[in-house]
C-alpha cells in the first residue's frame, strides 16, 4: 500500500460509507478504511489507523476531534473532508474554524467528493466558490474591524465619526450623507469638522487619503 492515500470514512451513515468506500476504492491511488464514530466521548485515539484524510458527514465528529486530531503516518495532522453538508455559511464557517480543509455539499457529485479528498491529501483546501467567497469576505470583514479599532485609538474617533469616513471616501456630499445616517446636516458638518481637527489635515480630500494610506500596511 505504499504511496497511496489513506482515508478514514467515519460515519454512522452505513450507506454513505459503503458508497464513498466504493467510488475510492476504484481508484487505485487510495487506501480506504471506514469504521461508525462512537456514541459519545469521541477520541480519534479509539481508531488504529493513521490517515492521510478522514472523511465524515458530521461537524459533531470534526468538533470532537478538534482536541485530539487524527495524525498521519509522519506525525503532521490529517486533513479533514466535510461532505453531504449543508450550503449554509455558518455551518461552513464553524468548519473552517475546526479545522475542516475540504466541504462537499449534499448535492456535490461522486466526482466532486473525490476531487475534494485529492485536494486535501495534496495540501490544498476544498470548498464551492460560493463558500469561498464567503471566507474572503469574512476574513476581510474582520481585517476591517480590527482596522477601525486601531483607527478609533489612534485618532480617539467616535463610532458615529468612524461611520463617516467610507462615506466622505465614496464622495457623498454632506447633504447625502445626512440622509444616509438619518441625521441633519449640520450634525454632518460638525462631525466632520472634529475628523479633520482630530487627524490634523484641511480638507475631506485628504481625509480619505489619508485612510487608504494607512489601510495598506500590515
Known amino acids: 500500500m505504499e504511496g497511496k492515500i489513506s482515508v478514514l470514512i467515519l460515519s454512522g451513515n452505513r450507506i454513505l460509507r459503503e ?21 459519545s466521548s469521541f477520541s480519534p485515539n479509539d481508531y488504529h489507523v493513521a490517515p492521510d484524510v478522514w472523511v465524515s458527514d458530521s461537524l459533531q465528529c470534526l468538533v470532537d476531534a478538534s482536541q485530539h486530531p487524527f495524525e498521519r503516518r509522519d506525525g503532521q495532522r490529517a486533513g479533514c473532508v466535510l461532505v453531504a453538508m449543508q450550503d449554509d ?4 464557517l464553524k468548519a473552517v474554524s475546526y479545522g475542516a480543509l475540504g466541504y462537499v455539499l449534499q448535492e456535490a457529485s461522486a466526482v466532486d467528493v473525490v476531487a475534494a479528498i485529492r485536494g486535501v ?53 454632506n447633504k447625502e450623507i445626512a ?5 441633519s446636516e449640520q450634525t454632518v458638518k460638525s462631525h466632520i469638522h472634529r475628523i479633520l481637527r482630530k487627524i490634523g489635515v484641511e480638507d475631506r480630500f485628504e481625509i480619505n487619503a489619508a485612510f487608504q494610506s494607512d489601510q495598506m500596511g500590515p
Open 179 to 183: 440622509a444616509e445616517l438619518s441625521v
Open 89 to 92: 455559511t455558518k455551518h461552513f
Open 121 to 173: 491529501a495534496h495540501g490544498e483546501a476544498m470548498c464551492p466558490a460560493r463558500l469561498a467567497r464567503v471566507l474572503f469576505d469574512y476574513v476581510a470583514s474582520h481585517r476591517n474591524t480590527a482596522h477601525a479599532g486601531r483607527v478609533r485609538k489612534q485618532f480617539q474617533l467616535t463610532r458615529r465619526e468612524q461611520q463617516l469616513i467610507p462615506l466622505v471616501g465614496r464622495g457623498l456630499t
Open 19 to 39: 458508497s464513498i468506500a466504493h467510488i475510492l476504492t476504484n481508484k487505485r491511488e487510495f487506501q480506504v478504511f471506514d469504521a461508525e464514530p462512537p456514541g
